[in-house]
């Protein structure tokens, strides 16, 4: 089965903190997503990338970073953390588009 | 831009009653649709994705019928069992890889 990890799993900052999510995905897939999940409004997407070296913009982008630095590894940045991106992000990976997208356990964030 | 709409954000039923979640899209050509399934403190996992060639999709009893004149893709399942309770997405991914998701159903099974 595919396997996709995240660190850490729960991290808390304050407001203007600098966080870095991490995620590592084992299956040589080509596509990295990252999301967040809040009560209400579902999964959103905040970037995604196609490759090592490539970034897309999601949905809602804004006071978020991302890079794509192996195949494997793909990084969500928050330079300026606040207390609005509180949230539980997801980090996933798919094969091709319109394949199935496998998650990692997620990483709690909590702003304060 | 492309959109998913799920009408029931709760759905309670007593454990052997049939389910039924509903799901529209909206879309300039025709992308492919998947639910996800996320049980508490899990991750979510794909439950079930559309096929191209019309055919049915099912998974642990449940199945979804693409309907393309209705833009419709909703979730059926003819009884219910209290391990179903969980948060379902419905979700439609764009030819660039990209997936956007409902806003979720959580169904709750009863005895």
């Known amino acids: 089965e595919a396997a996709v990890t995240q660190s850490p799993r729960n991290k808390v900052t304050v407001t203007g903190g600098n966080v870095t999510l991490s995620c590592r995905q084992t299956n040589s897939h080509n596509y990295m997503y990252w999301y967040r999940q809040d009560t209400g409004h579902g999964l959103r997407l905040i970037h995604y990338?196609?490759?090592?070296?490539?970034?897309q913009i999601g949905d809602v982008p804004d006071g978020y970073k991302a890079t794509r630095t192996t195949q494997e590894d793909f990084f969500l940045l928050l330079e300026l953390a606040s207390p609005s991106q509180t949230s539980l992000y997801f980090c996933a990976s798919s094969d091709a588009w319109g394949g199935e997208q496998y998650f990692g356990p997620g990483t709690r964030l909590t702003v304060l | 831009g492309d959109s998913v709409t799920q009408t029931e954000g709760l759905v309670t039923l007593t454990e052997g009653l049939p389910v039924m979640l509903n799901c529209t899209y909206q879309?300039?050509?025709?992308?492919?649709l998947f639910w996800y399934v996320q049980h508490l403190n899990e991750a979510p996992k794909l439950l079930l994705k559309?096929?191209?060639?019309?055919k049915r999709p099912e998974h642990q009893g449940f199945h979804a019928t693409l309907h393309k004149s209705s833009s419709s893709f909703h979730l059926q399942k003819s009884s219910a069992q209290l391990s179903d309770s969980a948060l379902y997405y419905c979700a439609l991914s764009d030819r660039t890889g990209k997936l956007t998701f409902g806003d979720g159903t959580v169904l709750t099974v009863k005895p």
């Open positions: 559309s096929f191209t060639d019309n």
């Open positions: 990338s196609y490759g090592a070296g490539n970034l």
């Open positions: 879309s300039t050509y025709s992308p492919f």
